[in-house]
């Protein structure tokens, strides 16, 4: 019996049940399904499967205290895929061993939603560079240690897709691939249920395609056709798109707008169950054909929502989740400092089992949206629409006292509902100070910029940097001259990474510099202790001072507390502990019967039994 034969075998009951389950029993595209598994397990390199042997020989691998991850726009970084090639020396030295790649698939310019609107699942963007440059990349970044992440646009595709021309011209088999209808009668009935995404820049959920004369669902942009997952068909195609990709070497695939990819008349088509069927499949295909493959589900919802996408422990779903909801509270305690609503958050967070790993960051290429718990809000006299409009005024300036600089996107006036872009320095009020060169703000922005990036290492799971928040990159207003960008705030963040100023980062005393070689000390330190592992125990102390979150994390006969102080001003917290602790930073002991933090300072403290 083949390697294949093996673990096809292993896994044949459950896919062919899952399988009949949607399709009823469509025996002919189940035979393909599994035929489609065996070639593209057939072509998989030698390397790439010798890759899979080391990962499964340790199946954990990527739940330990050894990650760190950076999101990057390929153009933004280096150019192109070969820049980025070029540049390895620079990622290795920022300790990056997980390296997500924005989208680079092909789209069309002007209508590609920031590449999330892919023609082609089997070609690089032109402007990119080719497949074979992905594949030079991967294997150069498998034998450095790092591990590459690629978007994987599962709802919809381009209207330039080959599917979608071929469904413009009246095929009737392309047609349904997605939703077409003859007329506005269905689609209205669905838009009485389903929130619409984008209501002021792209309003509905259908848009009249000319060319075919019917109607066709659009979820995200008109020129995103929702693709039909009740069709076997489409489902055993874009399986095999994603292992094609994972054959140029794609170890983590990013499953875009997970939660929408099933359409069901009458209900919101979010969330519903034959999604996790599907993912679930999609995570079996990978276990067959390349062993050791992640998935991570792009899930932007609260907790109780995204949990389920993880499966179980005996049928997983996703290996991974974004914490989005921490990432929203957090930015919510930098406005009020007040830590009460994140402790809470992270209550529920570390509640939750140790097999569940999630990518914690500060800023990602999208914008930050107030997703909060406004009924444990409103016990502080917190309102939903007037919090959020706070919320976006103090990242704007606009409230006394904020040096924030960010923009809205989505501004909806009547919901009080826009959403917030900016680069985590300009949030933290690095570009305030030194465009007014105050140096006391500067210090204040550093130290901030700095806290947060210690709150975002103490966590489980695996902490991501955007790229250019490692040397501080501020806000780039240039993206309001170019037509194409104009319209979409979210290239506030998305400038072109500067060498010039990554150069600055050798000298310690500038702001590229500070930033750089701190956040490089936290993650050696995280590296180099076993309480930073996934595995941990982790705790919320409540510290009497509204201002100062403390965590807790025991491992191995490791305890460590850490201490936030989300004020700009000094925080004192008496805490019960009285154990002897050294601090991690400046190796002195320290007691924590007082603890002293400045402006926006905070404490990583060791206990060993």
Known sequence: MTEFEKR?????????????????????????????????????????????????????????????????????????????????????????????????????????????????????????????????????????????????????????????????????????????????????????????????????????????????????????????????????????????????GVDIVRLDATPYIWKTLGTVCRNLPEVHVLVRMMHIAADIVCPGTLLLGEVVMEPKEVVPYFGSVEKPECHMLYNVTTMASTWH??????????????????????????????????????????????????????????????????????????????????????????????????????????????????????MLHAFLLTLSGIPVLYSGDEIGELNDYSYHDDPLKRDDSRYLHRGAFSWEDADKRKKKTTREGRIFSAIRELRKLRESHAVFDSGADTWVIDTWNIHVLAIGRYYEREKLIAFFNFSPEPQNVHTTETEDYTDLLSGEDTYLQDVELGEYGFKWVLHRY
């Open 8 to 248: 096809l075998n292993e896994y044949y009951d459950e896919l062919k049940w899952h399988y009949f389950s949607l399709y009823g029993e469509d025996r002919k595209a189940f035979n393909y399904f599994c035929g489609m598994l065996e070639k593209y397990y057939n072509e998989r390199s030698a390397e790439l499967k010798k890759w899979d042997k080391k990962r499964t020989a340790s199946p954990d691998w990527y739940k330990d205290n050894k990650r760190f991850g950076m999101l990057m726009y390929a153009d933004c970084f280096a150019e192109n895929l070969e820049g980025v090639r070029e540049h390895l020396p620079y990622i290795k030295e920022t300790g990056i061993n997980y390296l997500h790649l924005m989208p680079i698939l092909k789209s069309p310019e002007g209508r590609s939603d920031g590449g999330y609107a892919v023609s082609d699942f089997r070609s690089v963007d032109p402007r990119l560079g080719d497949i074979e440059d992905l594949s030079a990349l991967a294997s150069d970044c498998h034998r450095q240690g790092i591990s590459i992440c690629l978007d994987f646009v599962m709802n919809h595709t381009s209207e330039d897709h080959e599917w979608a021309v071929k469904a413009k011209q009246g095929d009737i088999e392309a047609q349904r691939r997605y939703f077409f209808f003859d007329d506005w009668s269905i689609p209205n009935e669905f838009e009485k249920y389903v929130p619409q995404v984008f209501p002021t820049t792209a309003p509905g959920n259908f848009t009249w395609c000319e060319e075919a004369g019917k109607v066709v669902m659009t979820t995200f942009y008109p020129y995103q056709w929702d693709l039909n997952y009740r069709n076997p068909v489409v489902f055993n195609d874009m399986t095999a798109n994603m292992l094609y990709l994972c054959n140029c």
């Open 333 to 450: 305690t930098v406005a009020t400092g007040d830590v009460r609503l994140l402790q809470d958050q992270l209550g529920k967070v570390f509640s939750l089992p140790k097999e569940y790993i999630f990518l914690n960051y500060l800023r990602c290429h999208d914008d930050i949206g107030w997703g909060l718990d406004y009924p444990f809000l409103k016990a502080f006299g917190m309102e939903e629409v007037s919090h959020k409009k706070y919320l976006n005024d103090y990242f704007q300036g606009y409230v006394y006292g904020s040096e924030s600089r960010g923009e809205l996107y989505n501004d909806d006036p009547r919901l009080g509902d826009a959403r917030l872009c900016g680069t985590t320095a300009s949030l933290c009020g690095i570009e305030t100070a030194e465009y007014e060169k105050n140096k006391n703000k500067l210090e204040r922005g550093i130290s901030l910029d700095i």
